[in-house]
């Protein structure tokens, strides 16, 4: 691992098999910038957790509701969520779009964790150019049961196995 105590881990469960690159390459920015900072360094030694593995999996589905999976794994938290691809917009706003979504992210482990409020967010950086760099794990969605399948998102089963 590195020297910092964030860890994503990006996915992408589509139907048609292609990932959505220029999203994945926003939230893993804000991943990046999120646990870089200092702020949020300090808010996150309050855990007792030595790092943080965010598993994000993109669905190219109808988002009805996000699924999230958090549990301790080890010295660290381990924390998956789900969410919806974003209707196309300016690269500004897929970033400011990314970091609201890893925020909210952290609203649901601040709560399941009675930690104080999250510090704000940090200042933005260009997100890198370069989508080949982004290492994304692509599954086909698994089968569901028919009486599921009107869900229009990942169960909590499928979350928590999508990262293995």
């Known amino acids: 691992m590195d020297e910092f105590w964030l860890h994503p881990r990006l996915g992408t469960a589509t139907r048609d098999g292609r990932a959505p690159r220029h999203y ?3 939230l893993q920015h804000a991943v990046h910038t999120i646990g870089a900072d200092p702020r949020w360094q300090q808010w996150w030694d309050r855990t007792g957790f030595r790092g943080c593995q965010l598993g994000i999996v993109t669905e190219g589905v109808d988002h009805l509701r996000p699924s ?3 549990r301790h794994v080890g010295d660290q938290l381990r924390a ?3 969410c919806a691809l974003p209707p196309a917009c300016t690269d500004q706003e897929l970033m400011r779009r990314a970091v609201a979504e890893v925020r909210t992210m952290f609203e649901v482990i601040r709560e399941a964790m009675a930690l104080p409020d999250l510090p704000p967010d940090p200042e933005p950086a ?3 150019s370069r989508a080949d760099d982004v290492p994304v794990i692509e ?3 698994t089968s569901v049961p028919r009486e599921l399948e ?3 998102y990942l169960t909590l089963t499928q979350v928590q196995n999508f990262f293995g």
Request: charged share 15%; hydrophobic share 40%; aromatic share 6%.
């Open 24 to 26: 994945l390459i926003a």
């Open 139 to 141: 599954k086909p969605l």
């Open 68 to 70: 999230a999976d958090i």
């Open 80 to 82: 998956n969520f789900t």
């Open 126 to 128: 260009p997100p890198p």
């Open 150 to 152: 009107r869900q229009g």
